[in-house]
């Protein structure tokens, strides 16, 4: 039986700073006169199951909150005022780029795990959508502040970052909290790793 952190994402409220977790996936900002809109590709249904319920909790959930993309799911929030200066801290000019300051709290990570996690024959894998550009380096430091600490992958397996030692997994467990419905089969294991 796993026991969940007093600092995890379970025993936080949520937060729109949970985005950021998203931003390390490959998720993107969008613009409007009402608002801002924040996007991510995932691959299963249970994953946008779970990121449209996390919109939901955060107040910025949509009537078209899922629609298809050429490599999945494409999940999106409704176009909020809310959201403008999140989307602000995120751009540089046409560009999305490291907020200055940043720091990835347990419910960002949890939405990282959801939209790009999954489990491999040596740990856990978070992808991120660039090898080595700064946004994939601020996530394994974000790692590394949490305890979590990853090796980088750029080609094979990745891009994304790797958790792979038994105590760092239950660390990450602890952090994310339970398997959002459907998605135990891709999500962090307390249990020790074969080896």
């Known amino acids: 039986m796993t026991q969940f952190s007093l600092f995890g994402a379970e025993a936080t409220s949520p937060s729109l700073d949970d985005l950021d977790g998203l931003l390390l996936a490959g998720a993107h900002w969008v613009r409007s006169a009402t608002g801002a809109r924040l996007s991510v590709v995932v691959a299963d249904q249970w994953r946008a199951d779970a990121l449209v319920a996390a919109f939901a909790e955060r107040g910025v959930g949509g009537d078209d ?7 999945g799911l494409g999940v999106r929030t409704a176009f909020a005022p809310d959201l403008v200066p999140h989307a602000a801290r995120w751009t540089r000019g046409a560009n999305e780029g490291l907020p200055l300051g940043f720091r990835l709290g347990p419910g960002g990570l949890r939405l ?3 939209a790009a996690g999954r489990r491999d024959d040596v740990g856990y894998l978070l992808a991120t959508a660039e090898p080595d550009d700064p946004i994939h380096q601020a996530a394994g430091a974000q ?20 958790v792979t030692s038994d105590k760092r997994l239950r660390r990450l467990v602890e952090l994310v ?3 959002p419905a459907d998605g135990a089969d891709h999500w962090p294991s307390g249990q020790p790793l074969r080896h």
């Open 112 to 114: 990282w795990a959801i």
């Open 65 to 71: 909150a899922v629609v298809p993309a050429p490599s």
């Open 143 to 162: 790692l590394s502040r949490l305890s979590v600490a990853a090796v980088s992958l750029a080609q094979r397996g990745g891009p994304g970052w790797r």
């Open 177 to 179: 909290g339970p398997a």
